[in-house]
C-alpha cells in the first residue's frame, strides 16, 4: 500500500472522502427529512418531542461532513514525499 504522503495516498484519501461526501449528503438530507416528518410527534413514555431524537442525525451529518473536508483540505496541504 502507497504512504499516505505519496502522490497515490493523496488519490486515494481523495476519492474515499469524495464518496464519504455523498454517504454524508445522503445522510443528512434524508435525517432533515424525517426530522421534519416527527414534527408535532411526543413520546409517549418519555413525553418529549421526537424531533428532539431526530435532529441527531443531521447534525451528525453536518459534523462528519466538516471533519471529512478539513481531512482532505489537510491531506492537500502536506508536502509530498518524494
Not at 55 to 63: E, K, N, W
Amino acid at each position: 500500500m502507497a504512504p499516505a504522503d505519496s502522490g497515490a495516498g493523496r488519490a486515494v484519501e481523495v476519492v474515499v472522502g469524495v464518496l464519504l461526501l455523498g454517504f454524508l449528503g445522503v445522510f443528512t438530507w434524508y435525517g432533515w427529512l424525517l426530522t421534519l416528518q416527527s414534527l408535532g410527534n411526543t413520546s409517549r413514555m418519555l413525553v418529549l418531542p421526537r424531533p428532539f431524537w431526530y435532529a441527531a442525525v443531521p447534525g451528525s451529518g453536518v459534523v462528519i461532513i466538516g471533519y471529512t473536508i478539513a481531512r482532505m483540505v489537510r491531506a492537500f496541504r502536506r508536502p509530498p514525499v518524494p
